[in-house]
């Protein structure tokens, strides 16, 4: 959903979560997410939806590569891990007065 002033979109996973992939070739896979790309809605999730890359020769490798990366998911494709379980999530004040993040499936507070 876009928000009313600040055009940046409001996601429901960030750096560092743990979640469980829903669809595709690595359907079911949880990983921890390495970097989240907000404007496009895709995150990299650790050690899923591998791709083959090859690296043209450089001075610290004459002979050229071949290595596996994580490319990008959309970020629709996954869904948050929270007590060993994915969950749906919502946002609601805590004690503080601020929003944050909670678990829809147990009703606890995401750190």
């Known amino acids: 959903m876009e928000r009313k002033f600040n055009k940046i979109p409001k996601l429901h996973v960030k750096k560092g979560d743990t979640v469980k992939v829903l669809s595709g070739d690595d359907k079911g896979k949880t990983g921890k997410i390495l970097m989240v790309k907000v404007t496009e809605r895709k995150a990299i999730v650790e050690g899923?939806?591998?791709?083959?890359?090859?690296?043209?020769p450089d001075a610290e490798n004459p002979n050229g590569s071949i290595v596996k990366i994580e490319a990008p998911?959309?970020?629709?494709?996954?869904?948050?891990?929270?007590a060993g379980e994915a969950t749906r999530v919502g946002r609601r004040r805590n004690d503080?007065?601020?929003l944050?993040?909670?678990?829809?499936k147990s009703g606890e507070f995401i750190k």
């Not at 998911?73 to 929270?82: D, G, T």
């Open 73 to 82: 998911l959309n970020i629709s494709k996954i869904m948050l891990m929270s």
């Open 100 to 104: 944050q993040r909670y678990s829809k």
């Open 96 to 98: 503080e007065g601020r």
């Open 48 to 56: 899923v939806n591998m791709v083959t890359k090859h690296r043209k």
